[in-house]
């Protein structure tokens, strides 16, 4: 790595900074580019099933599980994390002033979110709300999500964004929401909750401390060869042939149960041993061949990412989008790194920004395709501002340079597919939650996320339980929210249920 030249172009490699020193921490690092999320992939142990997979519905009458029936079942949730403080606001999806997205900013403000003048959205020419939400028109991570969504598709979303500051360049800020979302009920056949980086949260960004539950720690997946891991009895299927490892299990079961007729220990201790193995049979039932779970093996995919499952980034996209949109998980987190992109031009931010894009017109397509609905949540730790300097360079489109971390121009924005029509908004407000002022910041007094990190992650919550029509559940999933009570809520809520 260290004789390794970045010539400042490539969207691939990282980006070395005038104004940051040498990266010497992980976090540094990632958020640069020169390292992408680690880890060892974990996969369910015989026991572990039953605390990972609570629905294990064919496990024995008397384990108490049923099988979940189409009502009970939750909207997949994907999460992307982009590590380094990305540009969202302005240049991509629109912010205004208190009268929503399309409110303008002054002249000034549009500059410091990287559109100089001709290209602000004062002019109708340069918006667009191909996704419902408004966008500008040459945003990148719009024409990325082109780049993958049909214009079926795009028809069939909608989106709100969040207002809301975050700190620079700082894994500590309390972004995902993962452990609020199984908490409301996401949950998956194999797992609940899985990520492309082996951390708490599954991502870069931590989860806030008050949701977070050890037993729903996200299983690291960010390769073929993790999906397999989830499920693969070695080579037991294989060998034995036919349903002869599921013969095996069940004799394994049937051993447990006798075994555990002469424990000394409470009836419990029986019940849960036989529940954990009539788990284990069912699963080497459903998955004995790993390869349903492959990415790479998936058609869909395959014509989704043309020649492009060779690259890191779309590879684990596609891992934790054939996991979550087909319900072997509840939700999951896409981690992209080397989105600390003020690199002196702006060709770098577009080329990432463009990527980020793709991975998310991937997943709304692949919804699409299975015709499942699918809620995507879109983070950065800060954000990144414009002096006004234009790269005039084919890359940078003649677009404002980012020369600066800045975490007052951040944003978050929530997209959802839904296969029917296009989800409908709450009111006529809740496009857009919190606003800027004029000069191209946060108003931070806006809203209680709007400079709360732990309470946007909550309106994220509280938005995935009203997309099922059960937001009155929220205190119960999250009973130390900090939104206030149950008469203030809907200010936070974007949309009505699908």
């Not at 501002?385 to 975490?407: A, C, E, F, L, P």
Request: glycine share 12%.
């Amino acid at each position: 790595m260290a004789n390794k030249k970045h010539d400042g172009n490539s969207q691939h490699g990282p980006y070395r900074h005038q104004n940051h020193r040498r990266p010497v921490t992980r976090r540094e690092f990632l958020g640069q580019g020169f390292i992408g999320g680690l880890g060892i992939a974990m996969g369910p142990s015989l026991l572990g099933l039953l605390a990972r997979t609570p629905d294990a519905y064919a496990a024995a009458a008397e384990c108490g599980i049923d099988a979940p029936t189409a009502a009970m079942k939750r909207i997949p949730f994907v999460a992307f994390d982009l590590a380094g403080g990305a540009n969202l606001a302005g240049s991509n999806v629109l912010v205004g002033q208190n009268g929503g997205q399309l409110d303008p900013l002054d002249a000034a403000g549009y500059v410091k979110l990287g559109l100089p003048n001709g290209m602000h959205p004062t002019d109708a020419a340069q918006t667009s709300n191909e996704l419902g939400v408004w966008f500008h028109a040459d945003s990148a991570l719009l024409r990325g999500i082109k780049d993958k969504a049909s214009a079926a598709t795009l028809a069939n979303v909608n989106g709100c964004v969040f207002c809301a500051r975050s700190n620079d360049d700082t894994q500590n800020n309390p972004h995902s929401p993962l452990y609020g979302i199984a908490k409301a009920g996401a949950s998956g056949d194999l797992v609940t909750l899985i990520g492309t980086r082996n951390s708490v949260s599954g991502g870069n960004s931590v989860a806030p401390a008050s949701q977070i539950e050890a037993s729903l720690q996200p299983t690291k997946v960010a390769s073929a060869a993790d999906t397999r891991g989830l499920v693969d009895t070695g080579r037991l299927a294989t060998l034995l042939g036919g349903n002869g490892s599921v013969r095996v299990m069940q004799a394994i079961e049937s051993i447990s149960a006798t075994k555990g007729g002469k424990l000394s220990e409470a009836e419990i201790v029986k019940t849960m041993l036989g529940c954990a193995y009539s788990g284990t049979t069912e699963k080497v039932q459903q998955y004995g061949n790993p390869d349903v779970l492959n990415p790479v093996l998936d058609t869909d995919i395959a014509a989704i990412f043309p020649s492009q499952l060779g690259d890191s980034d779309f590879i684990k996209t596609a891992a934790i989008m054939k996991l979550v949109v087909n319900g072997f998980a509840g939700a999951g987190t896409v981690q992209f790194g080397g989105y600390d992109y003020h690199t002196g031009n702006r060709s770098a931010g577009e080329a990432k920004d463009f990527k980020a894009g793709q991975a998310i017109g991937a997943v709304m397509q692949y919804a699409a395709l299975l015709n499942k609905p699918v809620m995507i949540y879109l983070f950065s730790d800060g954000a990144v501002s414009s002096n006004g300097k234009i790269d005039n360079s084919t890359g940078g489109r003649g677009k404002g340079v980012w020369t600066s971390d800045n975490g007052t121009c951040a944003a978050s924005l929530i997209l959802v597919y839904n296969p029917n029509s296009r989800p409908q908004l709450r009111s006529e407000t809740s496009q857009q939650i919190g606003y800027y002022r004029a000069n191209g910041a946060i108003e931070t007094a806006a809203t209680a996320v709007s400079n709360n990190v732990t309470q946007l992650a909550e309106a994220v919550v509280l938005n995935y339980l009203a997309l099922h029509g059960d937001q009155g559940r929220f205190l119960q999933v999250l009973p130390t929210q900090g939104l206030g009570p149950a008469s203030g809520w809907d200010q936070y809520i974007a949309f009505q249920p699908i």
